[in-house]
């Protein structure tokens, strides 16, 4: 038998499977304090919530509901907010999209990313008000506008690289 | 997309269980979450040493692309000065005019300002830093500003102390691990720092905006007495920064006192020094004469 091609029927490898769709949002969370970047307002959009809120669009069984929990709460040790406000925020988005998949019968493309770009408006501006508790509510909401903008218009892109490393996880051996 | 069929699991005791235990494991989750943030929020420091851990571990990285790339600094500022660059030349060419006045009457003061001070023998002590290290990172997803320094407590650096550049203030630190800290700058919404116009003394706050400006307020609301290209410094009220370290310079009034800009950008900044915290402990301490003299940061103006 050739050693090397795979096998006819064979499944992929069971923990690609389960460790790429994870390592991804858990890198992409990580991944702005790799960059030697000093930013002084919120200018690059909230990678690894793309990630996740794209996975669970594209993927809605494969995690379960609670899977906001950890991710979240990796979040939120590199983005400067509060311990808690992503890992509360992921998992009500992660429920939200859930009852979304039961309600729409038929969600293409455009409802996904409708979907996603409300989320990540929602998400974005609540943890801004739970990091600025006592600021002024309008300037808070008004800091982040440009990111959630930016963030809604990305997410296609995102998307597509969440296929992209769909395929890979589901590629034979 | 199809709905997925998991919701309805059937007849099997076993997966409608588990499919119920993982919605209770996820609502309990997520308030337990909201909770803890809202705590972390009144006791910001509880949970710093968690974070500053998990920060040590990218640290590195950083470390590697910083010295590879440099720093990308002020994306932000690069797009804003594109746009405005006609009206800024125009407004940079007056103040270059003016400044070029000011210059002339001021070197005079400064040449009198230093023999007098070399007569009273007053030493700069408030300057000597601590430690000296590089800004790496920063967060730049949330609205908080918090920059990663390149030391942490291998040089003695700890919550509470200034941090400056060679231009002004940058900000404080908030958390220190074994070899990176956490500092929380001037510009962050939370981050209030008592300034004085350098002028005449005129004491005011200085708020961040969180976009990398700063809001000036005086303590008396009855006249706005700002104008643009007004320099300010740290006043030393509140006992945290040290006095006379250069902070911001006012750009344009406003309502309810004035708009200034940061003189220390730290998005291009090289090197920072810590300082250590304005308490009546280290004022004394420094205050003593004999060989604590510590040589002043490279970049001190």
């Known amino acids: 038998m050739n050693q090397k091609g795979p096998r006819l029927g064979e499944p992929a490898s069971l923990w690609r499977m389960r460790i790429v769709p994870v390592a991804s949002v858990m890198f992409a969370s990580a991944l702005p304090l790799m960059l030697p970047l000093i930013a002084n307002s919120p200018v690059l959009p909230p990678l690894g919530l793309l990630f996740f809120l794209c996975w669970q669009l594209l993927r809605t069984e494969m995690w379960p509901v609670w899977i906001g929990l950890p991710l979240g709460l990796w979040d939120d040790l590199f983005s400067g907010a509060p311990i808690g406000t992503a890992a509360g925020l992921w998992t009500i988005a992660s429920i939200a999209i859930h009852y979304s998949s039961q309600r729409i019968y038929w969600r293409g493309f455009l409802h996904d990313w409708a979907i996603a770009a409300l989320l990540i408006a929602i998400i974005q501006s609540l943890a801004a008000l739970i990091i600025h508790p006592h600021a002024d509510t309008g300037r808070v909401l008004g800091l982040i506008v440009p990111q959630i903008i930016v963030s809604a218009l990305l997410v296609p892109l995102f998307m597509r690289l969440t296929g992209t490393f769909d395929n890979f996880r589901l590629k034979r051996r | ?301």
């Open chain 2, 1 to 301: 997309m199809v709905r997925p069929a998991h919701r309805r699991p059937g007849q099997s005791r076993k997966a409608q269980y588990s499919l119920f235990v993982a919605y209770v494991i996820a609502v309990t989750g997520a308030v337990a979450g909201l909770l803890l943030a809202v705590l972390s929020v009144v006791d910001p420091v509880g949970f710093a040493q968690l974070r500053v851990a998990s920060q040590e571990i990218t640290a590195p990285i950083a470390r590697a692309s910083r010295s590879a790339i440099g720093s990308i600094s002020g994306i932000d500022d690069t797009v804003g000065a594109y746009v405005a660059a006609g009206t800024q030349n125009r407004r940079l060419r007056k103040e270059l005019a003016d400044t070029r006045r000011e210059l002339v009457a001021t070197s005079s003061l400064q040449e009198e300002n230093r023999q007098l001070k070399a007569l009273l023998k007053l030493q700069e002590t408030d300057k000597t830093a601590l430690a000296n290290g590089y800004l790496l990172t920063s967060t730049s997803t949330s609205s908080k500003r918090i920059a990663l320094l390149s030391i942490g407590r291998n040089l003695g650096v700890a919550a509470g102390q200034p941090v400056r550049g060679a231009d002004g203030l940058i900000g404080r630190v908030l958390g220190s691990g074994p070899s990176v800290s956490q500092v929380l700058l001037l510009t962050d919404v939370d981050n209030i720092v008592p300034v004085r116009r350098a002028r005449d003394g005129l004491p005011a706050l200085a708020y961040g905006r969180g976009n990398g400006d700063l809001d000036i307020r005086t303590l008396n609301i009855a006249n706005n007495p700002f104008k643009p290209g007004d320099i300010l410094v740290t006043s030393g009220t509140g006992g945290l920064y040290p006095p006379n370290i250069p902070v911001a310079i006012v750009v344009r009034r406003q309502d309810d006192g004035a708009l200034a800009r940061p003189l220390a950008d730290p998005g291009k900044v090289d090197a920072v020094s810590v300082l250590r915290p304005y308490t009546p402990d280290n004022i004394e301490a420094q205050g003593l004469p004999g060989p604590a003299q510590a040589p002043a940061p490279a970049g001190a103006p």
